[in-house]
């Protein structure tokens, strides 16, 4: 793989569907792109998925960058993959705590349980009688 001579270039390249002219522009801004999602989504792991979503969103959408500033609009790429991951979090049902909390276990018996317990209780009586 012979590198990009410059950013331009590498964009013209990414445009034509060269992937490793995109793979040179992705290794350029990994480290913003990750910053940036770490600042905004607060710990690693979520960062790492929303930069991932953000070089994929860059590369689907290069052939219509007709910017000057490809930091700018990668970056601001990012910010929104970051907005698209916390929107999706919202979207997620939310269990209140307090049905979490164990309830203390009634010692009273079902009606059904104490129907289950008599008839094995008469099979094994016939079994044992047999």
Request: charged fraction near 25%; charge should be negative; aromatic fraction near 10%.
């Amino acid at each position: 793989m012979t590198a990009p001579m410059d950013e331009q270039e590498a964009i013209s390249k990414s445009k034509a569907g060269d992937l490793d002219s995109f793979n040179w522009l992705v290794e350029r801004y990994q480290v913003q792109v990750y910053n940036l999602a770490l600042h905004m989504m607060g710990n690693r792991a979520d960062a790492e998925d929303a930069a991932q979503d953000a070089f994929i969103s860059a590369f689907k959408a290069i052939k219509g960058f007709r910017g000057e500033n490809f930091k700018a609009w990668l970056l601001s790429i990012t910010a929104n993959a970051c907005r698209d991951r916390f929107r999706a979090r919202k979207r997620q049902a939310v269990v209140p705590l307090d049905s979490l909390l164990l309830e203390p276990e009634s010692t009273a018996e079902s009606p059904e349980d104490y129907a289950l317990r008599q008839e094995l209780g008469q099979f094994i009586t016939e079994g044992l009688a047999s």
